[in-house]
C-alpha cells in the first residue's frame, strides 16, 4: 500500500471513530481537506479571552425553539463535518505560562451532541446551557437536543475563547446549509481547509496608510463608567443563572420604527432603553453622565469574511450620556449622538489592539496576562447585540424556528452584560450571572424597565 493509501485508510478509520458512517462523505473529506496539524497557535483574542477566567465563564450560549424534530442520522453527520472543519473546536487549550497553543484531540459524536426526551424542554435547556467546558476537555463546543411532544430545543454552548456571535452565526449557517444539502442529495461541502482564526486578518483589506496607522492604535477607548445594578454582596452560595426576557414585537417594533424618526438604528434605541432602566433600578440622580459598552463585529474590516475560520473578531465601543434626559425620546437622541460620534473614526473599534498583541508577544503569557489584566477591564455595563436574525436562516428542512434566545458568558458581580437579538420582530433579552434568587428578582425587574421604557417612545 502507498504512503498516500494507507494515510487516507487511518483518517478514513478515524472519522469512523468519530461517528461518520457516510462512505461517501468520508471519501469527500479525504479527498478535499488539507492537512489537519496536531497543534494550532492560540491566537490574540483566545488567549484574552483565557485571561478573563476569573470574571466569567468563557462560555457562550444559544438557544433554537422548533416545532418539529431533525432527522437525527443527518444532523450527525453534519455535526461531524462542521466540528472535523474546524480543529479548534476538538482541541485541549494548553497553558504552558510560555507560549499556549491549542493540541487537537480525538472525540466522538457523542462528546458532543446530546439527545434527550424531556418533559419541560425550557429547563433542560437551561440546565445544559448553564455548564461548563473545560478548556483541557478534547471538545470545546456542547450541543443539545431535548425533545418533548414533536418539539425541540436545539442548545449550544462553546467556549468564547474559539469563537464569539460572528463566528456562531457562520457555524450556524453552515449547519443550515449542510442539512439542507445533505436530505436533498446528500452532500456536505465543508470541510478543514485552513481557514485563519488569526485576529490581524482585520487589516489586509485596508489601503497600506490605513493599515500603517490603525497598527498604531495602542491607547483603548472605554466608557470609564463606575455604575453598576444593585447586586447583592458576592457570597460562596452563588450560582449561574440565566435571566430572560421576550419583548414582542407590538411593543418592540412600533419603538424601532420611532427610533428610524430620530434617525437612531434599533442598537440606539436597545442602548437607550437600556440606560434609563440603569438610572431607573439604582436611582443615581438623572443629571449624573452615565456610559456603557456597546460590542460591535470587527468582521465589518474583512470584504470576503466567509474566508476565515470560526474565530473571534468583537470589541467594544462606548457610548456615553451626559444625563438621562427627561424623556426616552431625549436619552435615545444623545445615544445616537453618540453612536453617531463614534462611527464617524474609520477605526472604530480597533484601538487598543495593537497594545494586547504588543504584550501577548513580546512577553512570555504569565508575565503577559499578569501586565495586561492590570488594566484590562470588563465594563459593568455593557450590550451586545447580535442583531436581526431571519427565520429562513435557522430554517431546517424548511421548519422555521418559533424562537431564538443568545446569552454570554455567566459574568461575576456586579457586571450586567446583556445579550439581545431580535426575531420575527420580537425582542429577545438576556444575562447570564453568578448570583442568588434577589439579584434574579433585581434583573428581572431591570428588564422590565428596559421593556417600560420603550413603551415610552
Known amino acids: 500500500m502507498s504512503s498516500e493509501n494507507n494515510k487516507a485508510s487511518v483518517r478514513a478509520d478515524q472519522l469512523v471513530s468519530r461517528g461518520l458512517t457516510d462512505e461517501k462523505i468520508i471519501t469527500e473529506i479525504i479527498r478535499n481537506e488539507t492537512p489537519v496539524p496536531k497543534k494550532l497557535p492560540a491566537e490574540l483574542y483566545d488567549k484574552m479571552n483565557y485571561m478573563c477566567r476569573r470574571k466569567m465563564d468563557r462560555i457562550v450560549r444559544f438557544d433554537i425553539e422548533y416545532d418539529f424534530i431533525p432527522d437525527m442520522d443527518v444532523f450527525k453527520t453534519v455535526l461531524i463535518c462542521l466540528i472535523e472543519s474546524a480543529p479548534v473546536l476538538h482541541s485541549k487549550f494548553v497553558d504552558n505560562h510560555i507560549n499556549p ?11 458532543v451532541l446530546i439527545v434527550k426526551e424531556t418533559s419541560d424542554l425550557q429547563l433542560s435547556a437551561d440546565e445544559f446551557l448553564l455548564q461548563d467546558i473545560p478548556v483541557k476537555s478534547n471538545v470545546q463546543i456542547k450541543i443539545g437536543l431535548f425533545i418533548c411532544n414533536g418539539k425541540s430545543r436545539l442548545c449550544f454552548a ?5 469563537m464569539d456571535g460572528g463566528g456562531l452565526k457562520s457555524f450556524l449557517a453552515d449547519m443550515v446549509s449542510s442539512y439542507d444539502s445533505y436530505i ?24 497600506e496608510e490605513d493599515r500603517k496607522a490603525a497598527k498604531k492604535l495602542f491607547s483603548n477607548v472605554s466608557a470609564k463608567d463606575n455604575h453598576s445594578l444593585p447586586f447583592s454582596a458576592t457570597e460562596k452560595s452563588d450560582k449561574k443563572i440565566l435571566v430572560r426576557k421576550k419583548i414582542v414585537a407590538d411593543i418592540f417594533e412600533p419603538a424601532r420604527l420611532k427610533a428610524k424618526e430620530y434617525g437612531a438604528t434599533a442598537n440606539d434605541l436597545i442602548a437607550a432603553a437600556y440606560i434609563r432602566a440603569v438610572y431607573d433600578i439604582i436611582g443615581c440622580p438623572e443629571t449624573e453622565r452615565m456610559g456603557i459598552s456597546s460590542a460591535i463585529d470587527l468582521r465589518r474590516y474583512i470584504k ?7 474565530t473571534n473578531h468583537t470589541t467594544f465601543t462606548p457610548c456615553v450620556v451626559e444625563s438621562k434626559g427627561k424623556t426616552m ?5 444623545a445615544v445616537a449622538a453618540s453612536t453617531a460620534e463614534v462611527k464617524k473614526d474609520k477605526f472604530m473599534g480597533l484601538y487598543g489592539i495593537p497594545l494586547l498583541k ?10 503577559a496576562e499578569f501586565i495586561t489584566s492590570l488594566f484590562y477591564n470588563v465594563a459593568n455595563l455593557s450590550i451586545s447585540n447580535v442583531g436581526a436574525i431571519k427565520p429562513q436562516i435557522l430554517s431546517l428542512g424548511n421548519n422555521v424556528p418559533s424562537c431564538v434566545w443568545v446569552a454570554g458568558a455567566a459574568k461575576e458581580k456586579p457586571c450586567a452584560a446583556v445579550n439581545v437579538l431580535s426575531y420575527n420582530g420580537d425582542l429577545m433579552i438576556s444575562t447570564c450571572v453568578r448570583c442568588n434568587e434577589n439579584d434574579r428578582i433585581m434583573l428581572e425587574k431591570f428588564f422590565d424597565k428596559i421593556e417600560e421604557n420603550l413603551k415610552l417612545l
Open 101 to 111: 497553543y491549542w493540541k487537537v484531540a480525538d472525540y466522538h459524536i457523542d462528546d
Open 158 to 162: 462553546f467556549n468564547h475563547m474559539c
Open 184 to 207: 436533498k442529495d446528500g452532500n456536505i461541502s465543508v470541510f478543514h481547509s485552513g481557514k485563519t482564526r488569526a485576529y490581524d486578518c482585520v487589516y489586509n483589506d485596508m489601503n
Open 304 to 310: 470576503n469574511p466567509e474566508n476565515i475560520g470560526y
Open 329 to 333: 425620546a431625549d436619552t435615545l437622541k
Open 358 to 367: 504588543l504584550g501577548f508577544s513580546t512577553m512570555v503569557y504569565a508575565q
